[in-house]
């Protein structure tokens, strides 16, 4: 299982570059979803993968196999605003 946890982290690494900012900015939180399935050496190994290989890889990619970019929401207001 652990394995598949780390190939899941690194296509999510690819795909997504939400996911990625997220990532480099706390990887601890990033990672929380996976963290049950993976070792503490691939928790280490996954942050040590380097940003600009994940961006460049990301830039080769058809995009129909990357996610869109969500923008967050600016503003405090509530949805009925």
Request: aromatic share 6%; no cysteine.
């Given at each position: 299982m652990?394995q598949?946890?780390?190939?899941?982290?690194l296509?999510?690494?690819v795909?997504?570059g939400?996911?990625?900012e997220?990532?480099?900015?706390?990887?601890?939180?990033a990672l929380?979803?996976?963290v049950?399935?993976?070792?503490?050496?691939?928790?280490?190994?996954?942050r040590?993968?380097?940003?600009?290989?994940l961006?460049a890889?990301?830039?080769?990619?058809?995009?129909?196999?990357c996610?869109l970019?969500v923008p967050?929401?600016?503003?405090?207001e509530?949805?009925?605003a």
């Open positions: 652990s598949r946890a780390v190939e899941r982290v296509g999510r690494l795909t997504d939400g996911f990625r997220t990532f480099f900015r706390d990887a601890g939180a929380a979803a996976y049950i399935d993976l070792t503490p050496g691939e928790i280490d190994a996954l040590h993968v380097p940003r600009e290989a961006a890889l990301e830039a080769r990619l058809d995009d129909r196999i996610r970019p967050a929401a600016t503003t405090s509530g949805p009925n």
